[in-house]
Each structure stands twice: as C-alpha cells, then as structure tokens.
C-alpha cells in the first residue's frame, strides 16, 4: 500500500487505449485490442437502428414507477395507468431516492429523472463510461478520456484525474466524504485508489497485471465504508474470466487487508450488501448456462453460509430488513424462487406465475416482490409484481435479453 497525492499518469484520451506504463514515460504508446468490454462501455447502438417496439404495460397501480433500460432504450412504466414510455436512451442506473433516480447514459452526461418523469441534467462529466452518486447527490463521473470530475452541490465541477489521468469506475463512500477509483497504471495494470474530492487520495490494491485488458471491476463499499468489494479478472478477457479467473476480493479500508472470496460470474448484480454489511454474493463460474453456483451469505466476522438447496443458486436479493434473502434455484424440473429467512433458516419456494424464475427485487414495505420470469421457447419475459398476502399480477413484458434487476432497473416501491 503506498501513500501518496494522486498522481499525473500519461494515457490515451480514448477508453479502450492502455496507458504507457510508469516506468517508461518515453515510450510510444501501443494500441491494445481488448477481446470483451463490460457492459456499460460499449458504445451505444447506432441511432439509425430500427428501435426496438415497446413493452406492453398492465395497469397494476400498487407496482409504482419502473425505469428500465432495453438495449439502449431508457423506459418508464407507470402502474397507475399501465402505459409504457421511451424517454431516451441510457446504459444503466445509479442511485434511487423517494423523489427520483440517476441514470448514466451511452457517453452523455449523468441525468436525475424524478418519477413523473421530469429530467435534469448533472454536470460531472461529458462522454461518461461509468459514474456514481452519492447520498447528497454528488456526482462522481469518469470519461473515456479516462478522466475523473466530481460535482457537489452548487460548486462548479472539479477535474479530480486530469485527462489521461487512468481512471476507469468509481463508486462514493457511503458517507460521501471519499470515493473509491479503479485506474489503469500500466499496461493491462489496474489498482484501487481511495480519493478525497480534493484529489488527495492513496492506492490501497495493486492488482496482478493482466494479459489483455483491465483486471479490476465494480468497486462496492459496505454499508459502513469499511470494505470495499471488487471483482478481479486475472486474465483481462471476458471470455476467459467466463470460465475461470475471476475472484470477488474484500479490500478492508483503511488497512489494504485483501480476502479473496473466491470464482465468481464477472457481473455486478450478484454483489448483494445487506444494511447490517452482511455480503450475499454468487460463487461459481459465469459460463452459462451454469452447472454448479451457489448463493453465500458472509457475515462480518468472516462466517460464510450457504443458501441453495440445489446444483445452481443465483441472483440474490435482500429484503428491506436485512433478514430474508430471495434467490432463484434450478435443478432438472426448472428454475423457481426461494426465500430464505437468516433468523431461523426458513425456506419458502415458489415458482413463477409463468415461466421460470430469472430474479427478484423486494418492495420497500418487505411484503411485495417484483419477479422476472421467462417461458422458454418465448423471445419475452415478464416482469411480476407478487405479494406475499394475495394474488400476483402481470406488469409487462420485456425482451428476453433484459436480465439485471438492479444495474438496468430502478423501482419507486424498493425505495425506503
């Protein structure tokens, strides 16, 4: 772990270049072709695409608000009436409040959408890969010229990495005062920095150095700052970190201390804080379709469990409490979902209204549940609002290729 002000690093100004390594800032830069890209960098589809059709809406008045986000498709569902809107495009959302959420966009700007629909635009950053949002609604924005800007309040925005700087992902503390900073120091070279919004900041995690492309992703602070989680990919590729390479690594902060949880899918979702800094998480290759996961709940003091009963337990999701996890479980009669309550291990299964379980997000009154589920054979999936006292409704359909609950959709019932 090294100390220091944030240093001036020489890259290219383009996201999918390599910075010149540190120790030969002579040299002439190289082009490196990276073999997959994460989801949120890759450019926007072209606008001259014919747009996808819209998802057709039930009217169910007790589902609220859902943006959601198809391809590129920014979309509203409003359950008081049952009517689905595009208002514009984006890549995936941040944080959601009582008033409205934040979505970054395909190399834009940041924009708060309140939930009638209204949108103001923020100002951390123009051509943005990947941005963050603070409780007090600071904005957090890295470019693709690998520059890192912070907005807070009425302040005039602030270049906190300059161009070139390195800067890949950010992720604000929970107490707003520090934001966490993946950057690329070298070629196929990543650490983690902790930064001050005065650009003062040190590097707590240097990651082995990869053999084609960026090692680490989706920086995730516990509840009370005091760990961060990031995935590391050894290799660098998609690819291959879809078969093997890949670990979920808990940095503790401020001491730099590193616990390797072992393989996990390269993929954000399935990085599950409880409010208590209880982690669920997946472990297991991210091929699919999968032939062997598992869903853990680790606690504090290290202690892990196992939640699935099955071959393959995925996507987890904490109720409002902290106490009964959601996850989906496959064996050879289908998917279905199982709730699990950590106060005395109670299970309760059930399948989908149609299809099979693909994922879920709880309401913020613990009593309501949104499903994703999927009929084979369908080029669409559905999305369920089900309670746990009564009867479940259709909401609407979606493409079969939406599969996030968290990254691409935002829900004004799961907002406390």
């Not at 107490?175 to 966490?180: L, P, S």
């Not at 084609?212 to 995935?231: C, E, F, K, M, R």
């Amino acid at each position: 772990m090294r100390s220091r002000s944030l240093p001036l690093i020489l890259a290219w100004a383009l996201a999918g270049c390599v910075a010149t390594p540190e120790s030969s800032p002579s040299a002439s830069p190289a082009l490196i072709a990276r073999t997959d890209t994460p989801p949120s960098t890759v450019a926007a589809p072209s606008s001259s695409a014919t747009p996808a059709p819209l998802p057709m809406g039930t009217r169910v008045p007790e589902a609220g608000v859902i943006y959601l986000i198809l391809g590129s498709q920014l979309i509203r569902y409003d359950g008081s009436t049952g009517s689905v809107t595009q208002l514009g495009s984006g890549a995936e959302f941040d944080r959601a409040t009582a008033t409205g959420t934040y979505v970054v966009p395909y190399g834009g700007r940041v924009s708060r959408i309140a939930w009638d629909g209204m949108m103001t635009r923020l100002d951390c950053g123009e051509l943005l890969r990947r941005a963050s949002i603070s409780a007090s609604g600071d904005c957090a924005g890295v470019s693709g010229d690998l520059s890192l800007r912070i907005q807070q309040g009425r302040d005039a925005p602030r270049v906190v990495v300059p161009p070139g700087g390195g800067a890949l992902d950010v992720a604000w503390r929970p107490d707003g005062r520090e934001i966490a900073v993946v950057k690329r120091v070298g070629q196929f070279e990543n650490s983690l920095w902790v930064i001050a919004p005065d650009g003062t900041g040190r590097e707590v995690y240097a990651a082995p150095r990869g053999s084609n492309g960026d090692t680490l992703y989706w920086p995730t602070w516990s509840p009370d700052g005091s760990v961060i989680a990031v995935v590391l990919n050894r290799s660098g590729s998609f690819s291959l970190g879809a078969d093997g390479g890949t670990s979920l690594l808990l940095i503790s902060y401020p001491s730099g201390t590193v616990a390797d949880l072992g393989l996990v899918p390269l993929t954000r979702d399935r990085i599950r804080w409880s409010g208590d800094g209880t982690l669920a998480f997946v472990r297991g290759a991210g091929r699919e379709p999968a032939t062997n996961r598992k869903v853990i709940l680790r606690d504090r003091d290290g202690t892990e469990t196992s939640l699935g009963s099955s071959a393959v337990a995925d996507h987890p999701a904490w109720d409002p409490a902290g106490v009964r996890t959601a996850l989906t479980e496959t064996d050879e009669t289908g998917t279905r979902f199982t709730v699990v309550d950590r106060r005395d291990s109670g299970r309760a299964s059930f399948v989908c209204p149609s299809g099979e379980a693909m994922g879920a997000r709880w309401a913020k009154d613990g009593d309501r549940l949104l499903l994703l589920c999927h009929e084979k054979g369908s080029d669409v999936s559905e999305l369920w609002l089900r309670r746990f006292t009564g009867a479940s409704e259709r909401l609407m359909t979606v493409p079969h290729g939406f599969v996030e609950l968290f990254r691409t959709l935002t829900w004004s019932e799961a907002v406390p």
